[in-house]
């Protein structure tokens, strides 16, 4: 089946600092990939929507400035979380889709952002 | 490590029918677990989730799904299904370090 992978797996920064999240499918080509974001004991709740080649789309409540998403290529995302604070600590999940596909999502294994 | 297996790839069912999908992990620690469903075009919705308590957990929809810590496994089913349960279903495991692993997902197909 379709793999994707996410990298870092796991990640600890400091407060004020940038840190950067690599979202990749890893054998098939990805239109669209998704980023979600988990706390604990929560669902998973739906952060932005990109499509490669164009900006992302942002869920109401998510700051764009703050969680920078590029999708330059078909096989990688990429989510900076800029300026962290310890509440951005969580659990990123990416997901992608496939193109000419409404079935073919795949998920990420996720990252755990920890921000001291 | 952490690994969530469903074992069905694809379903088919025509309305009306029960509908069980598997769902088993591979953790011997306390495991939160959760049934996710994906609607054609659409993202991840959570149908239900088990803790703790009582090993059967009852849903959004009529789905429940019953946890059997013996077999390591959280199935889902529903007594009848309709055609608007055509999706993507996902089996999700959270371990106590929160890392979630999800499941490959199944696909249900209900035909009218």
């Known amino acids: 089946g379709a793999v994707v992978s996410q990298h870092p797996s796991r990640v600890i920064c400091k407060s004020g600092t940038s840190v950067k999240i690599e979202c990749r499918s890893l054998?098939?080509?990805?239109?669209?990939m998704f980023w979600y974001r988990q706390f604990p004991k929560q669902s998973l709740m739906l952060m932005a929507t990109?499509?490669?080649?164009?900006?992302?789309?942002?869920e109401q409540g998510v700051e764009k400035d703050k969680f920078l998403i590029n999708h330059a290529s078909l096989t990688l995302s990429t989510l900076t979380v800029t300026s962290a604070h310890p509440e951005d600590s969580s659990f990123y999940i990416c997901?992608?889709?496939?193109?000419?596909?409404?079935?073919?999502?795949?998920f990420g294994p996720g990252t755990r952002l920890t921000v001291t | 490590a952490q690994s969530v297996s469903q074992h069905n790839h694809h379903v088919i069912l025509s309305e009306a029918a029960s509908l069980e999908l598997g769902c088993n992990y591979s953790y011997g620690g306390t495991v939160n677990l959760f049934w996710y469903v994906q609607y054609p075009g659409q993202h991840l919705q959570l149908l239900l989730k088990y803790f703790s308590g009582d090993p059967l957990v009852k849903g959004i929809k009529g789905f429940e799904a019953e946890f059997i810590k013996s077999k390591f496994s959280f199935n889902l089913r529903k007594p009848s299904v309709q055609w608007s349960d055509t999706a993507e279903y996902f089996c999700a495991v959270n371990a106590l370090d929160n890392d979630m692993r999800f499941g490959a997902g199944t696909r249900l197909t209900v035909k009218p």
């Open positions: 997901s992608a889709r496939a193109a000419g596909g409404l079935r073919e999502q795949y």
């Open positions: 990109s499509n490669e080649g164009s900006k992302a789309t942002y």
């Open positions: 054998d098939f080509q990805a239109t669209t």
